[in-house]
């Protein structure tokens, strides 16, 4: 972009003067609470790491560590075969499947876990059938390393059937046949050709798996878990311990930080496994008799437990919920809900405008490098966030306190505490890489030279933002809201942990029953928050490959 182009016209606003400037006060959002966090690994308090070192870290490290691996092998093992299948092969339900095999998603780990609670757990539904019915009293108990594993693999497995399907689409039919050519068999192709070329859509896809299952809270507290989501919001609520929910999440942010980097890392290598896609569905796999039976049982099996069975039985136990617990304080948790899901939106929508446009408007790897850190918020745990903004609005607090007793002699109450800033500045950095990533997108198909032409005309600066690239950026922006929405509809720690006193939601509500084991009274939010997640499934529906 030249610099006449760059330069501010008549009436312009600052910002298309100054980009950069603008990119950095965004990325300020997610390096603020980060920084907090980590200056406790700086000047870290030798009390508090000696007593969680005693008595906290090795049963946390082992958790997580033990929780990463497990979830780590599921949700490859289920997201690989189910990509494989739907992609290369044509078998019966192919077409559902998948689309169908994306609906998981809309469920919340935390919603599946205690859906799966109320099935296995002892007093569930199947151990009290078998002590009834056939008189056995021992079942391998749900509540358990196991457990939580294979709830949140069933969870979390679309990130990578999404990413590693794309990677399987890209290959087209000719690599294939080019293995097969030379000797190799389709299931030896597979593993020596496919699945090595297919690496840096998985190693996306796993990633974020993996961040979300670090960064998971309902699901380990509705098991019992102790992992590190847990222990800095028992630091915090428990011992009213600020110091030490700063020291374990400075260790947790840690972890994150290296997987965000290997997803980075996998991203810019992701393009040697895009090829040619010439043959596209004449060049499936036709499976037949035993094989189909076996293909189109595995998928429907997954669908069954992840989505299926789990959504079904929220509905009847919202229904049976419904006549007794449904009254006005519904209204006002969805009312809550709304607000925050919406203002969230709204914030998250316009600073990704912002940042999207300050990189159209100033190109260059230094910009680059300022969007990835803004936008970096979306692998922290809402945990970690949540006391990164807390601490710096706690001291921003008492500076104005001290200030005006100092200046007027009266004491005032919390001006930032307390309130919805908190939970909105941590929305934003937690969700900004997903308003961002989608009209960065719409942004790059409106090609520069509609730019020039508006140039030429004298349309510039604030103008060509509002007559030219925002109505051509409404279907972005719209899918960026609804997304975000969704999303701060089922953000769990955040909430929990930075909203005003007695502003419960949808997801609050959820968990306060889940913590009681009262399940089919957690069952009627968490069905509003079902239905909800299912708007960008069908986003991601409507947008994937036609010829699927």
Request: charged fraction near 10%.
């Amino acid at each position: 972009m030249t610099a006449s182009e760059r330069a501010p016209g008549p009436g312009a606003f600052s910002f298309f003067s100054t980009p950069r400037l603008t990119a950095w006060g965004i990325a300020a959002l997610t390096l603020i609470p980060v920084l907090v966090v980590a200056s406790a690994l700086v000047d870290p308090d030798q009390e508090i790491w000696a007593h969680l070192w005693q008595y906290t870290l090795p049963e946390l490290l082992v958790n997580s560590v033990w929780l990463a691996l497990g979830v780590g092998l599921g949700v490859s093992f289920l997201g690989i075969s189910l990509a494989w299948l739907t992609a290369a092969c044509d078998f019966p339900g192919r077409r559902f499947f998948t689309w169908a095999l994306l609906l998981p998603l809309a469920l919340p780990a935390y919603v599946t876990a205690f859906v799966w609670l109320g099935w296995l757990d002892f007093t569930g539904v199947l151990p009290t059938w078998l002590r009834e019915t056939w008189g056995i009293t021992q079942v391998p108990p749900i509540r358990s390393r196991g457990g939580v594993i294979v709830v949140m693999t069933l969870a979390l497995y679309p990130y990578v059937y999404l990413t590693a399907r794309a990677a399987f689409q890209g290959q087209g039919r000719r690599l294939m046949e080019a293995a097969q050519s030379l000797g190799m068999g389709r299931v030896r192709g597979f593993f020596r050709v496919a699945l090595p070329m297919a690496r840096p859509g998985i190693v996306a896809g796993l990633s974020l798996a993996l961040m979300e299952t670090l960064a998971d809270f309902g699901t380990v507290s509705v098991f019992n878990y102790n992992t590190f989501t847990t222990a800095i919001y028992k630091a915090w609520f428990s011992l009213f311990s600020l110091s030490a929910a700063s020291q374990l999440a400075s260790i947790l942010i840690f972890f994150v930080l290296v997987l965000a980097l290997l997803e980075q890392a996998s991203r810019q290598q992701r393009g040697y496994a895009q090829s040619s896609r010439a043959g596209g569905a004449s060049a499936r796999i036709l499976l037949d008799g035993w094989r189909a039976g076996l293909a189109f049982s595995f998928a429907g099996g997954v669908f069954l437990l992840a989505f299926l069975a789990p959504f079904t039985q929220l509905l009847v136990w919202a229904w049976q919920a419904a006549a007794i617990d449904l009254d006005p304080r519904y209204f006002e948790f969805i009312g809550h809900s709304l607000l925050l899901s919406g203002l969230g939106a709204l914030l998250v929508a316009a600073l990704s405008l912002a940042l999207a446009y300050a990189q159209r408007l100033a190109p260059s790897p230094g910009m680059l490098f300022t969007t990835r850190l803004a936008t970096i918020g979306y692998a922290l745990p809402g945990a970690v966030l949540a006391v990164g903004f807390f601490i710096p609005v706690a001291w921003l607090d008492n500076l104005i306190i001290d200030q005006t007793r100092a200046w007027s002699g009266h004491e005032i109450g919390q001006v930032l505490g307390g309130t919805l800033v908190v939970m909105l500045l941590a929305y934003c950095a937690r969700f900004l890489a997903v308003g961002f990533g989608t009209i960065e997108a719409g942004l790059g198909r409106i090609t520069r030279s509609l730019d020039e032409a508006a140039l030429v005309l004298g349309v510039g600066g604030a103008r060509r933002l509002r007559q030219v690239h925002l109505p051509m950026l409404r279907g972005p922006l719209l899918v960026a809201m609804a997304l975000t929405f969704v999303d701060i509809m089922k953000e769990l720690p955040i909430t929990l942990m930075t909203r005003p006193f007695g502003w419960d939601t949808l997801a609050t509500r959820v968990f306060e029953m889940t913590s009681e084991g009262e399940w089919e009274r957690a069952a009627l939010p968490a069905v509003a928050i079902a239905i909800a997640g299912l708007l960008p499934i069908f986003l991601l529906i409507r947008h994937s490959d036609a010829r699927t």
